[in-house]
């Protein structure tokens, strides 16, 4: 699993860049964050951050009396999240290079909600649901969304 893991982050960083500039993937997350009903002051982990399209929905929805913590494996990806952080002079949501689907470091219990915008397929479901259920206060949520197949075309 950490090869692939690797993998996985080496295509991101790689494509980082190019990878904000997608409308489709910002419109995606705009929607999926939406849905949510997120309130101000909420505690929120972004789990498979990429560029940050959810997060800086997450982080503006919840608001400076919320936390957003964005956890992605990828290092570039990450390094374009925190640009978008700096232009929206956000000081409630960090950034954690790591695996969403282990995250040992972390306290239990700690998160209202977690979320996770079209990254669920990159991990190991099983592994990502049974942390994020340890993550979540009492009465939490998680959400998750998917694509189905040639939606986006692959690439994007």
Not at 131 to 147: A, D, K, N, Q, Y
Request: proline share 4%; net charge negative.
């Amino acid at each position: 699993m950490v090869d692939d893991l690797r993998a996985i982050a080496a295509s991101f960083d790689q494509r980082a860049a190019r990878y904000s500039t997608v409308d489709w993937h910002r419109d995606y997350a705009r929607r999926f964050v939406e849905l949510a009903s997120l309130e101000p002051g909420q505690r929120v982990l972004d789990a498979g951050a990429g560029t940050g399209f959810a997060t800086i929905e997450i982080a503006r929805r919840v608001g400076a009396a919320g936390k957003v913590l964005a956890v992605d494996v990828s290092a570039g990806m990450l390094a374009q999240l925190q640009i978008a952080i700096d232009a929206a002079n956000f000081s409630h949501v960090e950034l954690l290079q790591d695996d969403a689907t282990n995250l040992p470091e972390l306290r239990g219990s700690t998160f209202d909600v977690v979320l996770c915008s079209s990254a669920l397929l990159y991990m190991s479901a099983d592994a990502a649901l049974r942390e994020w259920h340890r993550l979540l206060t009492p009465r939490g949520i998680v959400g998750f969304s998917t694509m189905c197949a040639d939606s986006p075309p692959p690439g994007w």
